[in-house]
């Protein structure tokens, strides 16, 4: 094969090489893809009109009203940190579950559940985590690499669980490819794919993969005893006192979760709206734990969930013909809670804006959004160039190649996507990977919602294998000398193994991804 007509291939391998020096992911994208578009021209293989469609592509990505949620799901996290939710909840959690043999670690695989659910950050959980939870796991004489292990496979939890920033990313890119994908096949009304229905798809399996890692630390626990000890009770603390701790320590992310998630499942809300409604509860959250802000913050609270449930219940839309006299009260009630939530809003905001959380908040936003969509101008551009080559011919070809019909090509596609997973971030195998092989993939017929869960389980690991996962990286950033990088290493490997288990169901039980989804929005 000449050198002209691999070029393609050899792209894709110089950018693998260049990630792997450190270089920053969107110059390298968008360095890697200008230089082979050039070679191609001095070989005569690559037509410089294909960059005629970056400008399109670039405007169309930054008008995307799906990408909205991903600064609002940043702001929520990021807000949620600072509020001290996961100080409280591990802290409770870990008196009620630590009288158990392995009961640390269980409270640390719930709590990572419950901030993967409302916060979505694997960075800001696997750090909070680690500063709280894992001097206590030491001191009461848990094995390092099994607390180590436990910790950052409960922050990775996060991208998974809905609402994820890996689902909404994910969710967008196979959206556009399952619609080329049918324009492909000759179907000019095409259908859909929308984050929602990988939110409800991700659902199950995340909640799947959350018992099994309660189930290991249980078996863990019987098998070995002195990895995971019991905590002493502490008779300082009644246990109706402590249920009641633990319940008011639940109830506020319990709340956001259902009004983020169930204003997306039961239809009141695009994954965008439910964004803003999630970075709204934040800040009541982080305002009802400032001195004398709790009623304002509470007020806004109320407001907000009557709110829902006022949109679920009644037709508010006030440009309609006719209004019938109920769902004009319905329309001035909801103003008047509109007036109470920015009432309570506002109070918080302000008092926020004094303390510099809400200014830390947002630089932190700020800086997160515009590396993702950095990246994803650097991804266009390579994927524009990587197809001008034949790059989509060479994957096509070598897919359906495989043995095994599609079933084959989708685990020949999961293999690669793990093994890249152990070099690359998981932002720069959505945007590079999954554009040129979902397209082919869907036109094989896979379910689009099944092979979008798959990816995002597959793409959890990639924040677990070592050398360069980055759950790894923040636990070894914030854990004590006495633990070892091995040992965190060793500790992750039967989380990976859990993980690469789940995945293997659910490429047996397909429904555990689809059945809800079609449960929901297609009433089946």
Do not use: H
């Amino acid at each position: 094969m000449e050198l002209r007509d691999s070029l393609d291939i050899l792209m894709f391998a110089v950018l693998c090489a260049v990630l792997l020096t450190g270089f920053p992911v969107a110059f390298t994208l968008a360095g890697v893809a200008l230089g082979f578009g050039f070679l191609g021209m001095a070989f005569g293989v690559f037509d410089f009109g294909f960059m005629a469609a970056l400008p399109q592509r670039i405007y169309g990505n930054m008008t995307n009203d799906v990408l909205i949620a991903v600064p609002l799901f940043v702001f929520m996290g990021t807000m949620l940190e600072r509020s001290r939710v996961a100080e409280e909840l591990l802290e409770n959690m870990g008196r009620l579950f630590g009288r158990l043999r392995g009961g640390l670690g269980i409270s640390v695989s719930v709590v990572g559940a419950l901030l993967a659910a409302s916060t979505g950050i694997v960075g800001a959980t696997v750090v909070t985590m680690g500063l709280l939870a894992l001097p206590t796991m030491l001191r009461r004489g848990y094995d390092p690499a099994l607390a180590s292990g436990s910790i950052a496979a409960a922050g990775t939890l996060g991208q998974i669980i809905p609402p994820s920033i890996v689902l909404v990313l994910l969710g967008d890119q196979l959206a556009n490819s399952y619609q080329r994908a049918q324009l492909d096949q000759g179907i000019f009304a095409p259908d859909t794919l929308s984050v929602g229905d990988l939110f409800a798809g991700a659902l199950l399996p995340g909640l799947m993969l959350v018992g099994f890692y309660i189930l290991y630390q249980i078996v863990r626990a019987a098998l070995d005893p002195k990895s995971s000890p019991a905590m002493p009770v502490d008779d300082s603390v009644s246990t109706s006192e402590l249920y009641r701790r633990t319940l008011r320590a639940l109830v506020p992310p319990v709340a956001l979760i259902v009004a983020v998630m169930g204003s997306i499942l039961g239809g009141i809300a695009t994954p965008t709206e439910a964004a803003a409604v999630g970075a709204i509860g934040s800040i009541l959250l982080a305002g009802d734990r400032l001195e004398g802000m709790k009623f304002p913050a509470r007020l806004a609270a109320l407001s907000l969930m009557a709110l829902l449930v006022l949109t679920w219940a009644m037709d508010l839309r006030t440009a309609r013909s006719e209004i019938s006299g109920a769902d004009q009260a319905g329309i001035w009630l909801a103003y008047l809670l509109c007036a109470g939530l920015a009432a309570g809003l506002l109070a918080c905001l302000v008092r926020l804006l004094g303390g510099k959380v809400l200014s830390d908040v947002v630089q932190s936003t700020a800086r997160i959004t515009s590396m993702v969509f950095v990246i994803l101008i650097g991804a266009a551009l390579f994927s524009l160039v990587f197809r001008g080559l034949g790059g989509d011919d060479t994957v096509r070809e070598f897919l359906t190649s495989m043995p095994g019909g599609p079933m084959g090509a989708v685990v020949i596609v999961m293999a690669i996507m793990f093994l890249l997973g152990f070099f690359l971030d998981f932002i720069e195998i959505i945007f590079v990977v999954v554009p040129i092989v979902a397209p082919i993939l869907l036109m094989m017929g896979i379910d689009p919602v099944w092979l979008g869960v798959m990816m995002a389980v597959n793409l959890q690991t990639s924040f677990l294998t070592p050398p360069f996962g980055f759950a790894l990286f923040y636990l070894r950033g914030v854990a004590p000398d006495i633990v070892t990088t091995m040992q965190i290493w060793r500790g992750a490997v039967p989380f990976v193994l859990i993980q690469l288990a789940a995945l293997a169901i659910l490429a047996m039980f397909p429904p555990l991804a689809t059945w809800l989804p079609k449960l929901i929005f297609s009433g089946m």
